[in-house]
């Protein structure tokens, strides 16, 4: 493996962060930039926003929040200088809703994200994402280390460390729900009753309201289908990352337990960060806004 492992001070860095207040709003930035971005035949939606002189922060959404998730995050960034780019990604975009579940392999994921950032003549720029999100970064961050200064992954730990995770601890428990997102039922069975079962997960009716429209989940669950089938260790294999990472986990997350995130440490080879934010769930973005945007903005300080 390239540059070997880093010494073990440097992999083991832990802080708990306080969460911060979960309520507080923030009106949407007066220098928002809507944009629908051309990568090959599909058409993403994209908010751009912050200082103009910023450094650039792309930020990727999970499951199944589109990248609304982090309208608590973004101003917090720009007040630390930062500027953002935060897209509906592959099956959230109206635009990018491709037939057919093989159109969402992982590698399409990562290549979307690279194209997007090559139409908007981004070099490079700091890296955020949560829960798939978290997957896709990861995946860039190991795959493409010359485009991105810095790693900050939410909930979702590095792909080698949840398979450690799968054979040491209770995650394989934890992820059995993905079973029921692969079903060839799972749209009615996840918005039965008004979106039951995702309302129960800790999703919002207000962000349920997308999801809602005919089709529209379809895509966003094709990312199971594609990835989470089949030989998925291959599927999902990742080499280590290179760049400076921070991992932080809530300890109320019920789906992603603390050894695939703190087990990410393995396969980080530069600076890594551990932090555990007390008492928040698996929702990082929506719950614990102020912690991650800190997190965020102090990796991005860190070369």
Same mark, same amino acid.
């Given at each position: 493996?390239?540059?070997?492992? #880093? ?19 923030? @009106?949407? #930035? ?31 959404? $999970?499951?199944?929040?589109? =990248? ?46 690279? $194209?997007?950032?090559?139409?908007? =003549?981004?070099? &490079? ?33 590095? #792909? ?34 008004? $979106? ?13 309201? #997308?999801?809602?429209? *005919?089709?529209?989940?379809?895509? @966003? ?8 089938? =089949? ?7 990742? *080499?280590?990352?290179?760049? @400076? ?21 393995? &396969? ?20 614990? $806004? ?14």
């Amino acid at each position: 493996m390239v540059g070997g492992a #880093p010494s073990a001070d440097r992999r083991n860095r832990v802080c708990r962060a306080r969460p911060g207040p979960v309520d507080v709003a923030y @009106p949407e #930035p007066v220098d928002t930039q809507q944009r629908a971005v051309q990568v090959g035949e599909h058409t993403f939606d994209t908010r751009i926003s912050g200082p103009e002189d910023g450094k650039w922060v792309l930020l990727l959404h $999970g499951f199944p929040v589109n =990248g609304s998730c982090y309208d608590t995050v973004v101003p917090r960034l720009h007040e630390s200088g930062l500027r953002t780019i935060v897209f509906d990604q592959r099956g959230y975009s109206p635009g990018a809703r491709p037939d057919g579940v093989d159109a969402y392999r992982l590698e399409l994921l990562v290549d979307d994200a690279i $194209g997007l950032l090559d139409a908007l =003549g981004v070099q &490079y720029s700091m890296l955020v994402g949560h829960d798939w999100g978290g997957i896709v970064a990861w995946h860039l961050a190991g795959k493409h280390p010359d485009r991105f200064t810095g790693l900050v992954a939410a909930s979702t730990g590095h #792909p080698s460390a949840m398979r450690d995770a799968l054979e040491s601890s209770d995650q394989r428990e934890r992820s059995l729900y993905i079973k029921d997102f692969v079903a060839d039922d799972a749209e009615e069975k996840l918005l039965a009753d008004d $979106g039951a079962v995702l309302r129960a997960a800790g999703v919002t009716a207000e962000e349920l309201l #997308p999801l809602t429209e *005919p089709g529209a989940l379809t895509g @966003p669950l094709n990312w199971y289908r594609a990835n989470f089938t =089949g030989d998925i260790a291959t599927k999902l294999a990742c *080499p280590p990352v290179e760049i @400076p990472t921070t991992m932080v986990w809530g300890d109320a997350d019920d789906s992603l337990g603390r050894e695939q995130a703190q087990l990410s440490g393995r &396969y980080a080879y530069s600076d890594f960060r551990f932090c555990e934010l007390p008492g928040v769930d698996h929702w990082i973005p929506q719950h614990a $806004g102020a912690a991650l945007a800190s997190e965020i903005a102090l990796r991005s300080t860190v070369f």
